[in-house]
């Protein structure tokens, strides 16, 4: 079953309260959210996906429960910024920035900022679910 932002609201009236143990994937191309999306259901970890960081804000309303992949360059408001905002939040969720783009500065960067892994695009599955696991170690697939 496709779940996104959309279904955010319907799964908290049917669980009380966000999953701890989600995954929140943040991309502006509908490909690779997908393709996350996928990956995590087939190991069993629940997700839920963001075309937009204002969409991922909103249906979070800024403090998420589980795990974020944080898309970091993005039109309009870039990882970055979303990762300052959290902190700002007092988000705890730990967050994995994800970027095509990276840069040695960047990683430095974000991880000053509070990003608990920096990985670069293209990565392996078997990399990505380390990461993940490594961070929220309840989310351990299954099989």
């Known amino acids: 079953m496709r779940r996104d932002a959309a279904d955010a609201d319907d799964e908290k009236a049917r669980c ?6 989600v995954v929140h994937i943040v991309d502006d191309d509908a490909p690779v959210r997908e393709s996350l999306r996928w990956l995590l259901s087939s190991v069993d970890i629940d997700s839920l996906t963001y075309e937009t960081p204002e969409a991922f804000l909103d249906a979070t309303r800024g403090r998420p429960e589980g795990c974020v992949l944080l898309d970091m360059c993005m039109p309009g408001t870039d990882g970055i910024a979303v990762l ?3 902190a700002t939040r007092g988000m705890t969720a730990p967050v994995i920035i994800m970027t095509g783009h990276g840069r040695d500065a960047d990683a430095t ?3 000053r900022l509070g990003a608990a892994e920096f990985i ?6 078997d990399r990505l679910l380390a990461a993940i696991q490594r961070v929220m170690p309840a989310a351990s697939p299954a099989g």
């Open 84 to 86: 300052k905002l959290l």
């Open 109 to 111: 960067e974000v991880l």
């Open 16 to 21: 009380g309260a966000m999953n701890s143990q």
């Open 120 to 125: 670069e695009k293209p990565f392996a599955a």
